[in-house]
């Protein structure tokens, strides 16, 4: 069980660092206007705010690495908390998209190391 609930992590994180490339780096561009379902005025309108978000973004997936790779329960936990907490809020504050994209994967993570014995997750 270890190994599917650091996978899990893994790739939260992963969709993590993919959200910061997105939003700081192509939040103008014809990717970022895709994915993000915006206008050019806005996305130029928006673009520091974005970097910003994409930032926030790349601590949470650092996070994530830190407490999966480390094999550091508290760590892992804590911010699959923080991950879960902003897509319920994304969801419904921004787009419902985002409960079934960022906190629901975030969510099964969680359960996954909670369900992993303590001993199994730090051999």
């Known amino acids: ?5 650091r996978g899990l992590t893994l790739l939260v994180a992963l969709e993590h660092v993919g959200i910061l490339v997105l939003e700081m780096f192509f939040w103008n561009r014809p990717a970022g206007l895709r994915v993000f379902k915006l206008t050019q005025a806005f996305a130029d309108a928006t673009t520091t705010l974005a970097a910003n978000q ?5 601590f949470l997936a ?11 329960r508290p760590v892992t936990l804590f911010f699959l908390g923080c991950v879960t907490v902003a897509g319920v809020f994304g ?6 998209t985002i409960l079934v994209v960022q ?7 969680a359960v996954a190391v909670l369900l992993t014995p303590r001993t199994a997750w730090s051999a």
């Open 62 to 72: 650092a996070g994530l690495l830190w407490g999966a790779l480390a094999r550091h």
């Open 1 to 5: 069980m270890a190994w599917i609930a």
């Open 103 to 109: 906190a629901l994967p975030a969510f099964v993570a």
């Open 54 to 58: 994409g930032l926030y973004n790349g």
């Open 91 to 96: 969801g419904l504050t921004a787009s419902p």
